[in-house]
């Protein structure tokens, strides 16, 4: 089973600064990794696809870059709409398993 | 616009079962994959299922292996998760979620519906 580890756990940072969260496998898992977006109390969010291509409607301030086991999401200037929690996943190709990250917490500092 | 609203949770006895349902609209339900993801109080998320668009390929999780099964009715545009033998651990919200074609990820969930087993 491949494993995502997230790092941080929490992240304290200040409206309009740049925001890197990161998300390693524990083996390759190509381009095959997404970040999902989650408030408390709703369903989670697609954000990047793909390791690096936004999802629909996703503002240009959210990107996604990485390959093989060590993928980062940055958001460049956060807003006050964009602290929530983070999670990484990923589909292996056999067995056919979807896992996520523990999740990093992005909370205003 | 896409739109998929679960229903079926409550609460249920160990060993209990219990049936999800997540409607479809705003799409084409016949043309896509379909995915269970759950997710435990105060926990992170856990992809339990996924089924094919015509319903020929099912993928379960270990955890759920033998005691979930996953089926839809396109003719309903409706997704169902059967859970028999239910255990404390299976308390969560469960999310249906749509696959994103071509990649390897869910693009569309509900909002989700909370199973609790408890005696």
């Known amino acids: 089973e491949i494993v995502l580890t997230q790092s941080p756990d929490t992240l304290s940072l200040s409206p309009g600064e740049r925001a890197t969260l990161s998300c390693r496998a524990s083996q390759s898992v190509s381009s095959r990794l997404a970040w999902y977006q989650q408030k408390p109390g709703q369903a989670p969010r697609l954000l990047i696809y793909?390791?690096?291509y936004r999802a629909t409607g996703i503002p240009a301030r959210f990107s996604g870059s990485g390959s093989g086991t060590d993928f980062t999401l940055t958001i460049s200037s956060l807003e006050p709409e964009d602290f929530a929690v983070y999670y990484c996943?990923?589909?292996?190709?056999?067995?056919?398993?979807?896992?996520f990250g523990q999740g990093t917490k992005l909370e205003i500092k | 616009q896409v739109q998929l609203v679960e229903s079926g949770g409550g609460v249920v006895q160990p060993g209990g079962s219990l049936r999800l349902s997540c409607v479809a609209s705003?799409?084409?339900?016949?043309?896509?994959?379909m995915h269970w993801v759950r997710q435990a109080p105060g926990k992170g998320l856990e992809w339990v299922t996924y089924i094919r668009f015509d319903g020929t390929t099912k993928s379960y999780a270990d955890s759920v292996k033998g005691r979930f099964t996953i089926s839809r009715d396109n003719s309903k545009n409706t997704l169902y998760l059967q859970m028999d033998s239910l255990r404390a651990e299976d308390t969560a919200v469960y999310y249906c979620a749509r696959d994103l074609t071509g990649s390897s990820h869910f693009d569309y969930w509900g909002q989700g519906t909370l199973v609790t087993v408890s005696s």
């Open positions: 705003g799409f084409t339900f016949s043309g896509y994959g």
């Open positions: 996943q990923q589909r292996s190709n056999w067995p056919p398993e979807y896992t």
């Open positions: 793909d390791a690096s």
